[in-house]
C-alpha cells in the first residue's frame, strides 16, 4: 500500500472528503505499517481542519446572508426525512 502525498494546494472541502474516505479506507485493511498509519493519521487530522474551516466559513457566509432581521432567532434546518 502507498500512503497519499499531500499536496501543496489547500484541497476543496470535496476534495478533502474524498481523501479523507480513501485514507480510512486504506487505514481500515490494517495493511500499513505503523510509520506509513502514522503519516496517514496525520494527513487524516490535516484534512478534517481545512474541512472544518471550510463549514465554519460556510456557517458564517449563511449567517450573515440571513440576517434580514437582526432580532430573529436562528432556526435549524428543516429536514426532509
Known amino acids: 500500500m502507498t500512503v497519499p502525498k499531500k499536496s501543496s494546494k489547500t484541497p476543496s472541502f470535496e476534495e478533502a472528503m474524498t481523501e479523507l474516505e480513501g485514507l480510512v479506507e486504506t487505514m ?8 506509513e498509519s502514522l503519516k496517514c493519521f496525520e494527513r487524516g487530522v490535516a484534512l478534517t481542519r481545512t474541512c472544518q474551516q471550510v463549514l465554519k466559513e ?3 457566509k449563511i449567517r450573515i446572508l440571513s440576517n434580514n432581521d437582526q432580532d430573529a432567532d ?4 428543516a429536514s426532509s426525512d
Open 28 to 35: 481500515e485493511q490494517g495493511e500499513l505499517s505503523l510509520e
Open 58 to 60: 460556510a456557517e458564517q
Open 74 to 77: 436562528l432556526e435549524p434546518f
